[in-house]
C-alpha cells in the first residue's frame, strides 16, 4: 500500500518524469523507514490509512535527496543499478530531485498533522545543512565527534522524523514522542556505521557499489577514524589524508589494512551500543507484536554485517 | 516584517548557507508576491502574524525556484547582480536551493494550516512539472496555447498560491476563495507576459540582463509568437527556430523586426486583458482600502512596460 501511494501523487504530470520516478522506485530499496514508521505508529494505535501516507512521504523524501547526493557525488550506481543522473542530464535530474520533494511534501500534508509537517521541513534542513558542512570541511579534520554529527544529520534524523511523526498521528503522542525519538536514533546511527561498516566489508555484488567507495572519494567514515587512532602514522593513510595523493596502490594497501584491523569490530561494537540504547527506549514503549517487531528490526541492522 | 521572517529560520545553520541565503535577498527583487499575499489577508481579515509567516514562505519558495533556475539555465546575472551558480559549485548551488526549498516548507508549516501545506506542495509540483515540460518539448512547437500553459506554471501558479493561501488563513474562505484565485491567475498571467514583452523592450540595465535572452537561448516568448503569426515567412526566424544556425547577425535583425513590428503592442494587450479579468474578480471581494491596493498593483503591472 506504500508503494501504491508512493506513485499515487503523480497524476497527470509529464511522462518522463513518472517514468524517473518509476525507474527510481523499481530499483529496490529495503524501505526500512516507511516499515519503522508503520511499526510505530501500530504499536501507538494511530489510524493505518495516515501512517501509509505517512510512510510513503517519508521514503519520498529519502529518494528526493538520494537523487540530488548522486547527482553531487557523480555516482553512477545504486543498488547496484544506474543512477538518474548516470542517464539525464544535470538540469533534467536536479529538477526530478524537487519534484519528488513536492510528491513527498504532499503526502506529508496529507497525513493532515501541521506538527508532522514542520518535523519534515525540519528534518529536510538538517540533512541539507548537514551536506553543506561536510562540502565545506576538510576530510582530515574529520575526529569521531564530527563523523556522529555527520551521520545523525544524513540518516538519524530521517529514522527519528519516521518514529516521532508517526507518534505525533497517533493518540497520547506526548507520552510516547521522546521514547519514539530515542529508538530512531539509535537504529538511525547504528544503520549508518553499518552500512559504512559494510563499505569496506562488503562484496561489490552486494552491496551495489566499489569497495571502499567513501575512502576513494575523500570521505573519512567510523573504521577510518578509529584506524587512524589505533596507527596514527600509517604513511599511506597520512599521504592520501593529506589530499595530494591518490595513487591506486596506495588507496588498495590503505583499504586492505583497514580490513585486516580491529577499527572494523570496534566500528561495529559502537553500532551495537546505538542499538542497544534503541532498546532500551522499546521498554517505554506499549508491548505489542509491533514492539517485538522493531526489536527485531533493531537486531537485523546489526546483523546486516556479517 | 517579511524580510524578518525570512532570515529567523537560519538559526544554528551552517555560515556559508546563512551568507547564500543572505546574498539572494538582498539582491533586491519587487517583494511582489509577498505584498498581493499581505494585501489579499488583510482584505479578508486574516492575522496579520500569519499572513507575515505566509508573505515569507512565498518568497523563500520563490527563491528556491531561481536558485535551480540560473544553475540549470547557466544564468551569471539576475536583477543585475551575480548569480549563486556563478559564484558557487553547480553542488552547494543545487543544496542551497534545497536548503531554502525545506526554510519555505518550515514557514509554510508555520502558518498551521494544512491547507496551506497542501497548496504549497501542489504549487511546488505545479512549477517543476512546467519545467521539465518545457525542457523536453522542442521550442519550435511553441504555441500559444503552449506559452500560457507555461506561464501559468511557471508565474501565474505562484500568485495563485499567494492569493489563496491568504484566503485561506481567513475568516470565511470559501467565499472568498474562487475571486482570490481570479485575481492571482489574472495578475500573475500579466506579469509574465509584461516581463517577456521587457525581455525585448528594456534596457540591460532597467532588466539587469541582455535583451531579448529568452530568444539567445532558444526560449519563444509571447512577442515572438505573435511575430511569427504576423510574419509566418520571416526567412531570419525561421532559419532561428529550426535551431541550426545561432548566428549572431541574425539574432540581432530577429529581434530588431520583434521590437518593431505589432507583436509587442499585441502582448500588452493580452496582458490587459488579463488584468481586467483579474479587475473584475476584485469587484466580488470587500471594498476595503487593500482591495483599492491591489487594484493599483494589477494597474502597475502593466504599467511597468512603458
Redesign the interface.
Known sequence: MVEARMRS?TNG??P??IAALDHLLSSGGKRVRPAVALLTGEMLGAEPEKLITLSAAIELLHTA?LV?DD??DGAYLRRGIPTLNSQWT???T??????I???A??L???T???EV??K???T??II??G???Q??SSPAKDSRLDYMERINAKTASMFVLATTAAAMLSPNSEQSFNAASRYGYGIGMAFQIIDDVLDFTGKQDTIGKPVASDLRQGLITLPTIYYLEMHPDDPDLRVLLSGVNFNNDRIARVIQSIQESNAIQASVDEAKEFIRQALSALNDLPATPERQALEELAIYIIDRHR
Open positions: 501523487v504530470h509529464h518522463d518524469l535527496t540530488h547527482l553531487i544535470p538540469a533534467a536536479v529538477l526530478t530531485g524537487d519534484y520533494f513536492a510528491c511534501a504532499q506529508a500534508a496529507d493532515g498533522s501541521v509537517m514542520q519534515f521541513a525540519e529536510l534542513a541539507v545543512n551536506e553543506i558542512k562540502m565545506f
